[in-house]
């Protein structure tokens, strides 16, 4: 995540949302964006469906795999998995606050034992090569979040972590639901910015209620990177700001309109292959925000895409509503 670039834009691992499709599609919009998997856990990695579970596209480059576990034995054994696929950075979650991740003992849970996440984090780097991160919360329940964080960044970093991705909000692990805990606790960024003071030459990020790359970079002075989550998926079109603002370069399509037509042979072989249109079009509901047409856009993809054998003409036919009322509009 922090090798090659003074400062990174991410889109943060988010269960059910970023899966290879979805990050296939928000390439289309930067070439320069680091991409995250969903959640898998270790366990998942080394028994189940390898290809389902970690296959994806070259064209995803760079991408990272976020993994869930809290043994470093099998966290060991996951990572090599990962890095023979192909990944370019490992991520370990330290922050999802749901029961069944905490059942697993795995997630935000383990900000209270900063020693086991660091021999977690041990057991990796000494497997593979590629940089290992950690995605953490600033504290859980009644944590002081100055100690909590501290804690774990310093075990982390001693352990050989390669950079912190800090969700700077707490997690309340009794009494909220996953939803509540991605908006109610507050948000704390200047815990964030103390921890980057105290360690200058540790790469830091920040996560939580970001909701555009001008606010995220206004709340990141200082810091080494931004993640977005929900502000990305909902309005995927703001990561085309991504190339030019961050790396000085176009982004890779005109408009959207342009990028939706490069993106159409990959949705092509998707259909050939047995896939079903709506596996992809559920990412692009969010797309034209603001134009006319936007509104039947969506609706076409919800109703029409969803229908067995639907094909790109679905897609092109709801674009082209869109494009119809821009030129009225114009």
């Not at 922050?95 to 996440?117: I, T, W």
């Not at 700001?241 to 037509?261: I, N, S």
Request: charged share 25%; with cysteine; proline share 6%.
């Amino acid at each position: 995540m922090f090798r090659n670039q003074s400062f990174t834009l991410s889109v943060a691992p988010m269960m059910d949302w970023t899966d290879r499709h979805c990050r296939a599609f928000h390439r289309t919009f930067s070439r320069h964006a680091l991409l995250y998997t969903e959640m898998v856990t270790a366990p998942a990695v080394i028994h189940g469906d390898r290809a389902r579970l970690l296959g994806f596209s070259e064209a995803e480059h760079p991408v990272a795999v976020q993994l869930g576990g809290s043994d470093p034995a099998l966290l060991a054994q996951a990572a090599r998995v990962c890095a023979d696929f192909g990944y370019d950075e490992i991520n370990l979650n330290v922050g999802c606050p749901s029961d069944r991740v905490q059942g697993g003992n795995f997630g935000a849970c383990l900000m209270r034992e900063p020693q086991l996440v660091a021999e977690c984090v041990a057991a990796m780097k000494g497997a593979v090569a590629l940089p290992v991160t950690v995605k953490c919360r600033i504290g859980v329940d009644d944590q002081d979040p100055e100690e909590a964080l501290d804690t774990l960044a310093d075990a982390v970093l001693a352990a050989g972590c390669d950079g912190l991705i800090v969700h700077a909000r707490k997690a309340w692990l009794n009494g909220l639901s996953p939803r509540e805990n991605r908006d109610i606790p507050p948000l704390d960024y200047d815990r964030v910015r103390r921890l980057k003071a105290r360690l200058p030459h540790v790469p830091v990020a920040l996560n939580g209620g970001l909701e555009s790359l001008a606010q995220g970079l206004s709340e990141a002075e200082g810091l080494d990177g931004i993640m977005l989550g929900r502000a990305a998926y909902h309005s995927p079109e703001l990561l085309a700001e991504v190339d030019p603002v961050l790396h000085g370069v176009p982004a890779p399509h005109a408009d959207t309109f342009a990028a939706l037509e490069a993106f159409e042979p990959y949705i092509a072989r998707h259909l050939e292959a047995g896939g079903r249109l709506s596996d992809i079009t559920r990412h692009m509901l969010g797309l034209f925000g603001g134009k006319k047409g936007a509104r039947i856009f969506r609706r076409r993809l919800s109703t029409e895409a969803i229908i067995p054998g639907a094909g790109l003409d679905v897609l092109r036919g709801a674009v082209d509503e869109v494009r119809s009322r821009d030129r009225l509009a114009a």
